[in-house]
């Protein structure tokens, strides 16, 4: 794809949250993950690559000791819409017996953070958490009413990028987060 076709996609699409939205739901999360994980000596298990940035701009927040994983399981790969959940690398350190909070950019169907989840659980974690930067709000979830456990932002049914989250792999490193609007371009 080439330079101009993308940024005509950032032109194109809709600002769901600036940066100031995102920097007020840091906050609150820290406050939240303070509250709750400041004595508990948690994993933070980042799922690669969408959780890469959130991360990277959240748990250099957190004043408390805490330990950092990734795994990366991906399902998109670059698409808009989902398939089979393939591993790539599963997460290294002793989940036994730890606190685990998992941690990625969006929830949107949730068989990606299921599957996470269940792995963890399969490894015998003390207890497992979810937290995702924003939440895509409808009925099609893997397990009806499926939420996660912290959260502070939504999106509408649409497909979202910047933040971490991607348009056919680019745009990942946006601030911001925006709504692709495909009728706007000749690209799908
Ligand atoms: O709730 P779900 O419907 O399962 O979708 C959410 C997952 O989709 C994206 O990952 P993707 O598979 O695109 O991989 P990536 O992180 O490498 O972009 C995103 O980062 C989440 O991990
Ligand atoms: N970039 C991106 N990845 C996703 N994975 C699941 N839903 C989405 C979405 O709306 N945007």
Redesign the pocket.
Known sequence: MDIDTLNQIKNNATLLHDNQRIESALSCLVEKLTLDYANKNPIFLV?????LIFAGQLLSRLKFPAQIDYCHA????GNTS?GEIGWKVEPHMDLAGRHVVIL??????????KAIIEHCRSRKAQSVKTLVLIEKIHDRKASPGMRPDYCELETPDKYVFGYG??YNHYWRNSDEIYIFNPERNDTE
């Open positions: 799922v690669m690559n969408g959780g991906t399902r998109y790969r989902g990625d950019d969006i929830l949107d169907e949730g068989h990606t953070l989250m991607d």
